[in-house]
């Protein structure tokens, strides 16, 4: 283990975790406190942990802060039963902004909680055996895995397996219950100095961890873009093991070289009842090696990088006691949902519903929320949240079809015709007005941008075309905007950079294009590039494909 680190070297958030293992802080004697509307800065690095976020309302800021959580559940692969599904929709309106938010890790997320409705709202959830424990936080995060019933027959298995791995990898602190269950106010740092969680041990992981698993050839998960990746291999309809892949992950930080987004890479294959063991080792390594003195640099991916991909193996290898297999070839083909209704392996139905930048709300006509509520009711349906922010409705009886249908037209919510397909290609994290971290808009922004980015593909003759685009308010990248086709990172307000150049299986990078872009010039920056596109594609060329293939020093002048 490394341990050369002294004291006077570690970052702020190490220190904060050294002291208080148990991640306690004072949370517990605020939440007592009517008084105070919000937490110490300290406690707000402790609340990560517990699947909250401290915010303030930044459209409200000429006025004083106004200060808000946003609340994470831990949902393994997405998979939300009849009865959870409802539990959120009520707790959303109860104790939230009566939407609920869809992650692109396949979670829910409650945004506007006050702190007066933090207890009851985490204590309700925790009711209905759910819980927001790890969600957030230097530990590992939600664990993705196709969703989809049509991928494969071996979706169940994946998803199985993703659980499984879910729960091992979770941390013990007394803290969560203590104080969101319990409701204890002692101060547990001060009467447990000694606690260490037998995984992450005293001071956890020096940044997050993130899992997905795959089934080629669909990458719903962008693989490739996480710490740890299990590809499922299969031979005559079984699942024969999981290639391995490692150091994937999209952070950077505008102006410093030194932080970049990568790609994961291939380390060998294991058996499936292997993958605990490659687990814990894959995030003990992380822990033992991962930068404690700089954040921006703590991600597992530097390790690989500073280390190498031989290193890492060998490392891994003596931790675990046996060798890996060499990976087993596959090929993705595509990234992306299903939308409508389509068969299951299993002869069910399931139904794709896009949900525009992910987020589950009543407008207008358009009453998502509502409907998805009366539906779920109704017909007790399964729902599963997807990587790219959108939602299904699965194992759906042959005869149930035609009344879903016409239910969610009750509501305003179209089956057929959804959305173009740019649209339904696209993701977009929460940023303004509720994240500390963003520069410039993206939930707010995209659907005006995409809907001139469609009026600019129907001037080309491509109204009908597929572009995977996401944006992003900061660089950080929660929805990867570094693997799409287009991407759009937020550099100030208002202005963004633009990436082309990713491809539609999400598994290589994009790169720069344009720096400092103000959102009225987007579309009069890509132009050219269509116009390029429309003259000098190749056959049926993605647009990403094409971007990376021509696109030079001299295309950009």
């Known amino acids: 283990m490394n341990t050369t680190v002294t004291n ?25 406190n009517p008084e105070s509307d919000r937490f110490s800065e300290d406690d707000n690095q402790f609340l990560k942990f517990h699947g909250i976020y401290q915010q303030d309302d930044r459209d409200q800021r000429k006025t004083g802060k106004q200060y808000i959580m946003m609340v994470r559940g831990r949902l393994p692969g997405g998979v939300v039963t009849p009865e959870h599904y409802l539990a959120f929709d009520t707790l959303a309106t109860q104790y939230a902004n009566n939407t609920l938010r869809i992650t692109s890790r396949q979670g829910f997320q409650f945004h506007g909680v006050l702190k007066k409705n933090l207890g009851p709202l985490i204590k309700r959830i925790h009711e209905h055996l759910l819980t927001t424990l790890a969600a957030c936080g230097d530990v ?66 020096p940044r997050k961890f993130k899992i997905a698993f795959a089934i080629p050839p669909l990458n719903d998960v962008d693989v490739h873009a996480n710490c740890l990746g299990f590809i499922a291999i299969s031979e005559g309809g079984k699942l024969r093991g999981y290639n391995v892949v490692a150091g994937g992950g999209m952070g950077m930080s505008h102006g410093n070289a030194a932080t970049f987004p990568r790609l994961a890479d291939e380390l060998g294959m294991v058996a499936p009842h292997q993958i ?61 949902d299903l939308f409508g209704w389509h068969r299951q392996s299993n002869g069910a139905n399931f139904l794709g519903l896009f949900v525009e930048t992910g987020r589950v709300k009543d407008t207008g006509d358009y009453r998502l929320k509502s409907g998805l509520r009366a539906v779920v009711e109704r017909f007790h349906l399964e729902v599963r949240l997807t990587p790219s922010q959108n939602l299904l409705l699965v194992n759906v009886a042959d005869k149930d079809r035609p009344a879903i249908t016409q239910l969610l037209a009750e509501f305003g919510i179209p089956v057929d015709t959804q959305a173009a397909a740019i649209r ?62 287009i991407g759009f990172v937020g550099k100030a307000p208002d202005k963004y950079q633009i990436y082309l150049g990713g491809t539609h299986t999400t598994n290589r990078l994009n790169r720069l294009y344009r720096e400092s872009v103000p959102v009225a010039s987007l579309i009069d920056e890509l132009r050219p590039v269509v116009a390029r596109f429309v003259k000098e594609r190749r056959g049926a060329e993605r647009f990403g494909d094409f971007c990376a293939r021509v696109l030079t020093e001299t295309a950009k002048a």
């Open 8 to 32: 006077s070297k570690l970052s702020p958030n190490e220190l904060l975790k050294q002291a208080d293992p148990t991640l306690a802080g004072t949370i517990a004697s605020t939440l007592a």
């Open 424 to 485: 339904k290609a696209s993701m977009a994290c929460v940023s303004l007005p509720t994240c500390g971290l963003a520069l410039a808009e993206s939930e707010r922004a995209l659907p005006g941008v995409l809907t001139r980015l469609e009026g600019l593909l129907g001037e080309f003759g491509l109204a009908d075309e597929e572009i995977v685009v996401r944006m992003t308010g900061c660089p950080n990248g929660c929805v990867r905007p570094y693997l799409a086709e």
């Open 140 to 205: 590992n995060r939600n664990v993705m895995a196709p969703p989809t019933p049509a991928t494969s027959p071996l979706v169940d298995e994946v998803l199985e397996n993703a659980r499984r791995l879910s729960q091992a990898l979770l941390p013990v602190t007394p803290a969560y219950h203590e104080i969101w269950i319990d409701g204890v106010t002692l101060d547990l740092g001060k009467t447990r100095p000694d606690f260490a969680d037998p995984l992450y041990g005293k001071t956890y992981l």
């Open 276 to 336: 605990d063991d490659i687990a814990k080792a894959v995030l003990t390594i992380h822990r033992d090696f991962g930068d404690r003195t700089n954040r921006k640099h703590a991600r597992l991916k530097y390790i690989l990088e500073d280390r190498g991909v031989a290193w890492f193996r060998e490392e891994l290898e003596r931790r675990v006691g046996f060798k890996l297999e060499p990976s087993k070839p596959y090929q993705f083909t595509r990234q992306g």
